[in-house]
C-alpha cells in the first residue's frame, strides 16, 4: 500500500526539506498544511496513513494536532519533527499519542528508519 502523508510545517522551507526527504525514501503521495488548524481539516478528509507535524505552529500546535488526530484514529503513525528535544516535551507528546519523534536537523536515513519502524 502507498504512503499516504500529511505534513505540517509553519514554514514552507522546513516543508520542502520534509517534501525532499520523504520523497528521497519514496514517499511521493504528500499533502502541506501551513498550520494545525489546517492539518486538522485536512486529516478530517480522510485517507492519510502517515502524519509529520511539527510542534511550533500558529493557531492549533503540534501537541494539539496529535490530540485532536488521536480523537478519531488511534492508528495513524504520527511523528512529531521538532527541535524540541526536552525530556518533558517527549513525554507531553508521548501521552498525547505521538508515535515517534524526529529531531531537526534530521537526515533521509533517520527519516527512512522512523517510517521502516511504523511499517511506512
Known amino acids: 500500500m502507498a504512503t499516504r502523508c500529511l505534513v505540517a510545517d509553519d514554514s514552507s522551507t522546513m516543508r520542502k526539506i520534509i517534501l525532499r526527504s520523504l520523497n528521497a525514501v519514496g514517499v511521493t503521495d504528500i499533502t502541506e498544511a501551513a498550520d494545525g488548524d489546517e492539518a486538522i481539516k485536512l486529516f478530517g478528509g480522510g485517507g492519510f496513513n502517515l502524519v509529520l507535524t511539527d510542534w511550533n505552529m500558529p493557531g492549533k500546535s503540534g501537541l494539539e494536532v496529535i490530540q485532536a488526530i488521536r480523537t478519531t ?47 511506512c
Open 73 to 119: 484514529n488511534k492508528e495513524v503513525p504520527i511523528i512529531m519533527v521538532t527541535t524540541e528535544a526536552e525530556k518533558s516535551r517527549v513525554l507531553e507528546a508521548i501521552q498525547a499519542g505521538v508515535s515517534d519523534y524526529l529531531v531537526k536537523p534530521f537526515t533521509a536515513d533517520t527519516l527512512r528508519e522512523k517510517l521502516a519502524k511504523h511499517g
